[in-house]
């Protein structure tokens, strides 16, 4: 089935694009009232995750709202590690938890295998019905968590603000914190394979806490566990490369390495401006971001504006997609992430001359 809007997929891979793609991170979120129904119905927010059925109709909520230029599955980061046993549950206003936490290297060894497509089958459910129901009219994004990031998790048992245990079991553990990564990079690897054989049509690998760590240690316990993925990664579908995006939070000190990683594109936060990153990087990536996500409280004219800001930032040519530096946060008005998307659409063109 042919795309009827494939521009998020060509800004991906730098090909000429008539406007600049957007897309919301997070934005089948509690910003949406139809959204907040859908979690009520389900009771819970696992429950939600785990239906087809209602993460499909999550994934397309903001879709019939707004003219974004891709969808992202409807799903949680830590579904691999709750497949390994973990025993994932979710605290109102606490965020997620595990019942089991890593805490020594025998309870590394002995984490299972996974196999994605049995193991989360009710993923793979979901990106296939999604795709069918969206009958060609964006692409789908499928995702994973990164293995540091999903460690962190796994370590400190839930969120952290220090990562206290998570840095404390590095340290003073490294090979049976490198044998965890090389576990959770073959199990992200095969989920995201799964997800590409069910359906999704780009990939964004999600590594929130990678810029918790130092230079050297982000290179070793992160981004070289990132690459071991990209580089094992079903790369065509439908008869089109299948673009990975590589996101960093706070990961703008690195953004050569990360480039070189084997991405399609590097994900911003908005700590740093796209237009000087655009310079070091060169031609060799496209790049995906990064408005602060606090402006969407701001007026549409202040959101206009930023927007503008951005675009003259990037300047002239392919390969940028529009999107937030981090997650759109619930407390936002709808009307105002109206206003964003509009104002990407119709600021952009000017820019693909």
Same mark, same amino acid.
């Given at each position: 089935?042919?795309?009827?809007?494939?521009?998020?997929?060509?800004?991906?891979?730098?090909?000429?694009? !008539?406007?600049?793609?957007?897309? #919301?991170? +997070?934005?089948?979120?509690?910003?949406?009232?139809?959204? +907040?129904?859908? +979690?009520? &119905?389900?009771?819970?927010?696992?429950?939600?995750? &785990?239906?087809?059925?209602?993460?499909?109709?999550?994934?397309?909520? @903001?879709?019939?709202?707004?003219?974004?230029? =891709?969808?992202?599955?409807?799903?949680?980061?830590?579904?691999?590690?709750?497949?390994?046993?973990?025993?994932?549950?979710?605290?109102?206003?606490?965020?997620?938890?595990?019942?089991?936490?890593?805490?020594?290297?025998?309870?590394?060894?002995?984490? @299972?295998?996974?196999?994605?497509?049995?193991?989360?089958?009710?993923? #793979?459910?979901?990106?296939?019905?999604?795709?069918?129901?969206?009958?060609?009219?964006?692409?789908?994004?499928?995702?994973?968590?990164?293995?540091?990031?999903?460690?962190?998790?796994?370590?400190?048992?839930?969120?952290?603000? !220090?990562?206290?245990?998570?840095?404390?079991?590095?340290?003073?553990? @490294?090979?049976?914190?490198?044998?965890?990564?090389?576990?959770?990079?073959?199990?992200?690897?095969?989920?995201?394979?799964?997800?590409?054989?069910?359906?999704?049509?780009?990939? &964004?690998?999600?590594?929130?806490?990678?810029?918790?760590?130092?230079?050297?240690?982000?290179?070793?316990?992160?981004? =070289?566990?990132?690459?071991?993925?990209?580089?094992?990664?079903?790369?065509?579908? !439908?008869?089109?490369?299948?673009?990975?995006?590589?996101?960093?939070?706070?990961?703008?000190?690195?953004?050569?390495?990360?480039?070189?990683?084997?991405?399609?594109?590097?994900?911003?936060?908005?700590?740093?401006?796209?237009?000087?990153?655009?310079?070091?990087?060169?031609?060799?990536?496209?790049?995906?971001?990064?408005?602060?996500?606090?402006?969407?409280?701001?007026?549409?004219?202040?959101?206009?504006?930023?927007?503008?800001?951005?675009?003259?930032?990037?300047?002239?040519?392919?390969?940028?997609?529009?999107?937030?530096?981090?997650?759109?946060?619930?407390?936002?008005?709808?009307?105002?992430?109206?206003?964003?998307?509009?104002?990407?659409?119709?600021?952009?063109? &000017?820019?693909?001359?």
């Amino acid at each position: 089935m042919s795309l009827k809007n494939d521009r998020f997929l060509k800004a991906l891979m730098r090909e000429a694009v !008539d406007v600049t793609p957007v897309w #919301m991170m +997070r934005q089948a979120g509690r910003y949406l009232p139809e959204y +907040r129904a859908t +979690r009520k &119905q389900a009771g819970n927010f696992l429950n939600l995750c &785990q239906s087809p059925e209602l993460a499909c109709e999550v994934t397309l909520q @903001p879709l019939r709202r707004y003219a974004f230029d =891709a969808a992202i599955l409807f799903s949680d980061i830590l579904t691999i590690p709750d497949a390994m046993g973990r025993g994932l549950y979710f605290e109102e206003g606490e965020g997620p938890r595990f019942k089991k936490v890593i805490r020594t290297a025998e309870d590394v060894e002995q984490l @299972p295998e996974i196999k994605a497509a049995e193991d989360l089958s009710y993923v #793979m459910d979901a990106v296939s019905l999604i795709r069918k129901e969206l009958n060609g009219s964006v692409p789908l994004i499928g995702f994973s968590g990164s293995p540091w990031t999903l460690a962190t998790y796994m370590i400190e048992g839930g969120g952290s603000k !220090d990562f206290r245990i998570a840095k404390e079991f590095m340290y003073n553990n @490294p090979e049976a914190m490198h044998l965890l990564l090389d576990k959770l990079a073959a199990a992200v690897t095969d989920y995201l394979n799964s997800q590409i054989k069910a359906g999704a049509q780009a990939i &964004q690998i999600f590594d929130t806490w990678g810029g918790i760590l130092t230079t050297s240690h982000y290179r070793s316990y992160s981004l =070289a566990y990132m690459q071991k993925i990209i580089s094992n990664l079903i790369r065509e579908a !439908d008869g089109r490369v299948v673009p990975v995006i590589l996101f960093t939070k706070n990961g703008g000190l690195w953004l050569e390495s990360i480039a070189e990683s084997g991405t399609n594109a590097v994900g911003l936060d908005w700590t740093i401006e796209i237009g000087q990153a655009r310079e070091r990087i060169g031609n060799s990536c496209a790049l995906q971001g990064n408005m602060d996500p606090s402006i969407l409280y701001a007026s549409p004219a202040a959101i206009r504006d930023e927007v503008g800001n951005i675009l003259e930032s990037y300047g002239a040519g392919n390969g940028h997609v529009f999107n937030l530096g981090h997650g759109i946060t619930p407390q936002v008005n709808p009307d105002h992430v109206s206003a964003f998307v509009d104002a990407v659409h119709e600021l952009s063109p &000017q820019y693909h001359a």
